[in-house]
């Protein structure tokens, strides 16, 4: 069975730094693309970051762009999203996702990690 278990979420201050880990487990995403994607308070779902096996990176919106970073590490089938200088708009669960082995949809997603950013 395919899982992806994320971690890492929490309260922070804004102006913090939080590091999500999302661990997946049941088959091999090492040639997947990966991702993560938020939804806050009476919003829509919104794509955050990308990241092909390759290790090419794309980014949402232009507000995480320059504080967010996504990685990678193919040998524990885990993606990362570092989010530094958080801000109150950063609040929202954050779900981790992995596309399907022709890259044509996000197939796979976790449960989500809840992020809250304090002012």
């Known amino acids: 069975q395919v899982q992806l278990v994320e971690s890492g979420g929490g309260l922070v201050q804004a102006g913090g730094s939080l590091r999500l880990s999302c661990a997946a487990s049941?088959?091999?995403?090492?040639?997947?693309?990966m991702g993560w994607f938020r939804q806050g308070p009476g919003k829509e779902r919104e794509f955050v970051a990308s990241?092909?096996?390759?290790?090419?990176?794309?980014y949402g919106a232009d507000s995480v762009k320059g504080r967010f970073t996504i990685s990678r590490n193919n040998g524990l089938n885990t993606v990362y999203l570092q989010m530094n200088s958080l801000k109150p708009e950063d609040t929202a669960v954050y779900y981790c996702?992995?596309?399907?082995?022709?890259?044509?949809?996000?197939?796979?997603w976790g449960q989500g990690t809840q992020v809250t950013v304090s002012s």
């Open positions: 990241i092909y096996w390759t290790g090419a990176s794309a």
């Open positions: 996702a992995a596309k399907s082995s022709d890259g044509h949809r996000w197939e796979y």
């Open positions: 049941g088959r091999s995403f090492n040639r997947n693309g």
